[in-house]
């Protein structure tokens, strides 16, 4: 089975950093991604990590460590619209995403 | 191009009727996938299919089926509502199952069962 694991919210000012941490424990690792769901709308994809490092994506960056089973996405440069949902997932073996519940970030003039 | 469809956009059931939630993918993807999505427990998989004529069973799969007989339909069946199914569907594509090949997710079914 899978047990992820991601703060429930956070807040921030427009124009700082937020760091959201993911921790997993699985029974098979085969990549961890990242989603951004907006209040009504259905989940779109941000990134994706199956080594470890850092990726960056523009304002977003994810990083991975398989050792530890972490993970975080960096938001930088908030701007108001990065309020949202980020989802964390990771994929077993079978090729079958688990997802956290969710982390509620706003975004705060 | 739509990507994924997704019908009705919600829906009030009576306990023990059927439904049939639609999602079609207009990406000539081999996989595609039904979640439900609940507060406080994030998106849980309900059944999937790596390519047409195949399925399996995800986390949650009691009282759903599906089927899928073409690449780009993927149907949901509840065969009797119960109040517990109350949720939010998302039906979900890629490419296929492994590699980088990312899931994209439809609209989304707000269904509420009384």
């Known amino acids: 089975g899978q047990n992820i694991d991601q703060p429930t919210e956070m807040t921030a000012t427009e124009g700082a950093i937020v760091q959201i941490n993911c921790t997993y424990q699985t029974s098979g690792f085969n990549g961890l991604f990242w989603y951004q769901q907006h209040a009504g709308e259905a989940p779109t994809f941000l990134s994706y990590?199956?080594?470890?490092g850092l990726e960056e994506k523009g304002r977003f960056s994810s990083f991975l460590s398989r050792s530890k089973g972490y993970s975080y996405l960096l938001l930088k440069e908030l701007q108001m619209k990065d309020s949202a949902s980020y989802l964390c997932a990771v994929r077993d073996n079978d090729y079958k995403l688990s997802f956290g519940a969710g982390t509620t970030v706003t975004v705060r003039a | 191009i739509a990507g994924i469809t997704q019908a009705p956009t919600s829906q009030i059931l009576a306990a023990g009727r059927r439904m049939t939630l639609r999602c079609t993918q207009d990406m000539r993807h081999n996989a595609m996938y039904w979640y439900r999505q609940d507060l406080g427990l994030g998106l849980r998989l309900i059944h999937y299919?790596?390519?047409?004529?195949?399925?399996g069973k995800g986390e949650v799969p009691d009282g759903y089926s599906v089927s899928r007989a073409n690449t780009d339909d993927f149907p949901l069946t509840l065969a009797s509502a119960v109040p517990s199914q109350t949720s939010v569907y998302f039906c979900?594509?890629?490419?296929?199952?492994?590699?980088?090949?990312?899931?994209?997710f439809g609209p989304g079914t707000r269904l509420t069962v009384l």
């Open positions: 990590n199956v080594l470890d």
């Open positions: 979900a594509s890629s490419d296929s199952a492994g590699g980088s090949d990312t899931q994209y």
């Open positions: 299919s790596n390519t047409a004529g195949t399925t």
